[in-house]
């Protein structure tokens, strides 16, 4: 809601309650709103090695003098975090331990709200009381969790602050509950935190939406993923696309609490296909044969999981090289499972500098995919991204430039040209470019030099393989 022009407006979205439309027409990569949280926060796991202010990941990280809990940057870093810290300080010392995530956040925003009163800009289109936060809908043991912080919370809360009603409490746990958006890091790699962004609430869901969400530089930015006409709602994906509509809706309905109706859940679009049988020369195998495939793909997802978390890497690869064995003469390669074992076998055998390998499952993945998402979808640009550097990584280096291109061209809309990484993509990309002209010039010139310059140092690209749950999956926070 860029000040100046109204970019969108608040309408009732026939079955939907509130939404977004859009004013004026939009063309990929638009930014249509940007905006600042009312509040956020580290997440508890993170809470020693993420910088409080910024959230950035740092090593060395200085911690608050005061309650020994915030930690930050730096001076400057501290002392852009101070207005919003200091009542947390002392209510941490007070209450002589730290309160969870979700209680932190609360606070923090009953602090702010307290503070600026609760329209805290005039670009925001929505109060705060009149977000939903349907706790009417919460199943049992989801109200147990939240009497417990509801009740630590009032422990926690200064004596000293105004005092609020348990239902004004109750509301904003609630809200939080189904509204807090996922924080990331610089590099928007790894979810770190979660906060409060009130026109986003506004924004409704459809599994094949025509905005995406991205963090950058603390704000977080509505952007255009296609054209959109003038008047047209305004939707973003809460869930993963690679779901099956039925699990689609399933996540829909546990955690934001709808029933999705949008086209693709409606008509199951490439439902068939994510589960399909692989099709060649016109024969395909026998819905008994694809059954049974894809129940003994996931059971070995399943072991693979368990024994990425072990770390053991090379068991890893041995439950991912059999399952690809055995199922793949069967299934589509859009299949989801067997899209799961390419990129967790191109992940892993990355990791372990088995490059060829990696490269091979990499491009795979990616030809999956690019079958499955929308062409400007964030995660299919990642997993180029990957795959691009995987293959560079394998001294393939034309069809590493390619995917690097490609994933660059998806980013450029949905991360845009200021984001930290389409800044490394485009710094690859010239990288990878100019090695593909002296490739052409002199194959044998360039792999003497590669060879060389791998010896120094090899890319550093690759984390320890994280689950794929936990990548750019996780974008919206939820309390299970």
């Known amino acids: 809601i860029t000040l100046g022009e109204r970019n969108v407006a608040v309408f009732d979205s026939p079955g939907k309650g509130r939404g977004l439309k859009a004013t004026k027409e939009f063309w990929a990569g638009d930014v249509i709103f940007s905006e600042a949280s009312i509040s956020a926060v580290v997440f508890d796991s993170l809470t020693e090695r993420i910088c409080h202010s910024c959230f950035r990941r740092q090593d060395k990280l200085q911690r608050c003098g005061q309650c020994k809990f915030a930690h930050y940057c730096d001076r400057t870093c501290q002392r852009a975090g101070w207005a919003e810290h200091k009542q947390e300080c002392s209510a941490i010392k007070a209450y002589g331990s730290v309160p969870n995530e979700n209680i932190r956040l609360v606070a923090r925003i009953m602090w702010r709200v307290d503070k600026d009163g609760s329209l805290l800009s005039d670009t925001q289109l929505t109060t705060l009381e009149e977000l939903e936060d349907h706790i009417a809908d919460m199943q049992e043991d989801e109200l147990k969790e939240f009497k417990v912080d509801i009740h630590n919370f009032l422990d926690y809360w200064p004596r000293t602050s105004k005092q609020h009603t348990i239902d004004d409490i109750s509301h904003v746990f609630g809200v939080i509950n189904c509204n807090g ?167 892993v055998q990355a990791y372990l500098q088995y490059f060829d390998e990696a490269a091979e499952y990499a491009r795979k993945m990616v030809d999956g995919y690019m079958k499955l998402y929308h062409s400007n979808n964030a995660a299919l640009g990642m997993a ?64 003497s030099m590669r060879e060389a310059a791998l010896k120094n140092k090899p890319m550093t690209m690759m984390h320890e393989p994280k689950s794929m749950e936990e990548g750019i999956k996780n974008l919206f926070h939820r309390r299970k």
């Not at 069809?399 to 998806?410: E, L, N, Q, R």
């Not at 993509?425 to 090695?435: H, K, P, V």
């Open 181 to 347: 958006f996922t924080v990331s890091d610089q590099r928007g790699l790894q979810a770190v935190g979660v906060g409060l962004f009130p026109n986003l609430c506004l924004v409704n869901h459809d599994c094949w939406p025509n905005c995406t969400v991205i963090l950058n530089h603390g704000k977080i930015e509505l952007r255009s993923l296609g054209k959109i006409a003038e008047g047209e709602e305004l939707t973003v994906s809460y869930v993963d696309y690679m779901n099956l509509s039925e699990e689609r809706q399933r996540l829909l309905k546990t955690q934001y609490f709808f029933d999705c109706t949008c086209e693709h859940c409606k008509n199951r679009i490439k439902d068939d296909i994510k589960l399909g049988g692989k099709v060649e020369d016109g024969v395909k195998p026998s819905e008994e044969q694809v059954k049974e495939a894809t129940d003994y793909c996931f059971q070995m997802l399943e072991k693979m999981d368990q024994a990425r978390l072990k770390g053991d890497y090379h068991e890893v690869v041995k439950i991912c090289r059999d399952a690809i064995e055995k199922t793949e003469p069967i299934l589509a390669d859009t299949h989801i499972y067997l899209l799961r074992m390419w990129s967790t076998m191109s992940e």
């Open 384 to 447: 180029a991204m990957r795959a691009g550097v995987t293959h560079w990584q394998a001294g393939q280096i034309e069809v590493g430039h390619g995917m690097i291109c490609k994933a660059y061209a998806i980013l450029m809309v949905t991360h845009g040209p200021t984001h930290p990484i389409t800044k490394d993509l485009e710094a690859m990309r010239m990288q990878t470019e100019m090695e593909l002209r002296m490739f052409k010039q002199n194959e044998y010139v360039y792999h």
